[in-house]
């Protein structure tokens, strides 16, 4: 079974599918009355999803290792993935390092991420 959308059958590549997105969200940010409301940026999909290499993962682990959650200078030492890309990976690279029990090098969080979750939260 085939599902359509009008208007979307034209749409074949992910640049053109990226500019349906767009449109729509501006046209749904443009259409609120209250002229207070903060108007949302338009999400957009800057680059396409690639798997990580095993030659992008392992100077991942190694810039870990150098700097540890400096993106900015991993980002530089890697040289193909972005500062987004490279948080998101280390983030999942984390979670299976937790839990697998492995002693592999896992950089203490920064004081930024620590103060942000050691506020109390209250209990039930």
Known sequence: MKMSFPGLDSLSTPTSITAAVTATTNAIALSSDDPN?????????????ESWTKQEHDKFLEALQFFDRDWKKIEAFVGSKTVIQIRSHAQKYFLKVQKNGT???VPPPSA??????????KRL
């Open 103 to 105: 002693t592999e090098h």
């Open 112 to 121: 930024k991420e620590e103060s942000s979750s050691s506020i109390p939260t």
């Open 37 to 49: 409301k903060k108007i949302q940026k338009p999400y957009t999909i800057t680059k396409s999803r």
